[in-house]
């Protein structure tokens, strides 16, 4: 003799939430509401520590622009300022794509939240490959420190002696820079194609969109770092300020 139980469709859609949230809710949280803000105040920390990261090196390449705005300017004039305009618009519409999937995960539309992050990664791939191309350019320049970098080319372009230690240190700042902003970005490419996988499989809804969220936080900030690296680093060149 075997007892079955009868729900009605109502007590179904109660038990499967239940179980829904007993999966996706932290033992140590009331409810999901509050893991979700959890979750993006904890990456509003970490991108503070990021804030003082960009923020160091941005503050000294505009203490040492300040001190030596020749060489800066000389140097500055030398990248592909067209690479790094391209690259932000890239990376500004990517944005917006990251917006609109945060858009619809919170409101269901799961399967357009699928479509927005992966446009989100194939732009950030763009940028990477633009980037990449950009490199391949500054090493047949020769602005590549340590490697192929000619003295004489600076100095018969009229550039003094004593300036060349300082254009040596933009380019350093430089590859710094863009380097740290390039491994951020692989990294947010990365999660965001996960984001896209899990997504997919049904993880997550207008109930629990905390992971699309913070990924969402992070992306941003990485391009936004990139906004003001486009004016100190490409555009300096252009004027004297």
């Not at 509401?33 to 160091?56: C, H, I, K, R």
């Not at 203490?63 to 140097?75: D, N, R």
């Not at 970005?185 to 629990?208: C, Q, W």
């Amino acid at each position: 003799m075997s007892l079955e139980l009868k729900l009605t469709p109502q007590e179904h859609k109660v038990l499967e939430h239940t179980a829904l949230v007993r999966h996706r809710l932290e033992e140590h949280y009331a409810n999901l509401e509050q893991q979700n803000d959890t979750a993006a105040l904890g990456m509003w920390l970490f991108l503070a520590t990021e804030v003082m990261f960009f923020g160091t090196l941005i503050t000294a390449l505009s203490v040492y622009h300040v001190l030596y705005p020749a060489a800066f300017e000389t140097a500055s004039r030398r990248l592909n300022w067209q690479i790094g305009t391209i690259n932000t618009f890239v990376l500004l519409i990517s944005s917006l794509m990251m917006a609109l999937a945060v858009y619809c995960v919170r409101v269901g539309r799961t399967r357009e939240v699928v479509r927005f992050l992966v446009a989100t990664a194939v732009l950030g791939g763009v940028f990477l490959g633009l980037k990449t191309y950009e490199y391949y350019d500054d090493w047949v320049k020769g602005l590549v420190l340590g490697v192929r970098f000619d003295d004489r080319s600076w100095l018969e372009a009229g550039l003094a002696a004593d300036d060349l230690p300082h254009v040596k240190l933009f380019l350093l700042l430089y590859w710094i820079m863009t380097g740290a902003h390039a491994v951020h970005m692989v990294i947010g490419i990365s999660v965001v194609f996960v984001m896209a996988v899990l997504t997919y499989r049904g993880h997550f809804d207008r109930e629990y969109y905390g992971p699309v969220e913070v990924t969402g936080l992070y992306w941003h900030f990485v391009d936004l770092v990139w906004i003001f690296l486009l004016p100190m680093l490409y555009l300096q060149g252009t004027h004297r300020w």
